[in-house]
């Protein structure tokens, strides 16, 4: 086998949360990217990759109903691009935020949902059977890799909490909400599906779910430069399974 072979069939590099802090950095100040783009490319895909492991016609409510759970920061911000691009799938979301945000960004894709008439809840019911009953998956988008576990506390804590007790398939975006990015954990929620952002973090490497990847955007140089190593994305898709 050539040495050409060889680099096409090694596996992903899964990345240090520093390493994806500065692949962010350099995205937005190097390349021009803009945080409103970035969140748009990657809402997409994270719907476009729960379309594939949990297609309308697999559902087993009669409305094809799925909880989005979004922090205040980046990563609650694709959770709000990832729910108004469900509904554009003609799925049926609902939004819960558990503490308001004060980005901009934030605060227009919030607006963007109110005007897609995405329904809100004001609380997360702390039974969880009542969320077993009306939803039939649950996006995790409260915390990202940025986020110190040791620090987590309130209201997030009792939102964590709830999403370990539920019965429904979980969809976590990047990393599990209350993982440390650069170590896998048992004690936390437990996905069905994850979607990495990017590249995929150290702690999803032994993740026994659904993996998939949303990161085709990557440009080539950068790819390079971190020895990414990003898996062939088929046709026009915009995300690959790991």
Known sequence: MNSRSQECVRAPRYIS???AVAIETELLRDYHFGQQQLTEILGHACATAITKVFPLWSL???????????????NGCVGLACARHLRVFEYIPTVFTPKRSSDGLHQDLMVQCERMDLPSLSYLPTEVQLINEAYNLVVDAVLGPETEASSVGEPFTGVLQTLRGLKVPI????????????????????????VSLMAPKRCALNFPGSHFLAGRFLPFDLQRKYDLNLPKFSGTESVVQL
């Open 17 to 19: 949360k520093e390493e």
């Open 60 to 74: 087993e409510k009669r409305q094809p109903t799925v909880l989005v759970v979004c922090g205040p920061d980046q």
């Open 171 to 194: 969809v976590s975006l990047d990393i599990p909400s209350g993982w440390d990015a650069d170590e896998s954990s048992s004690d936390g929620i437990s996905p069905a599906l994850l």
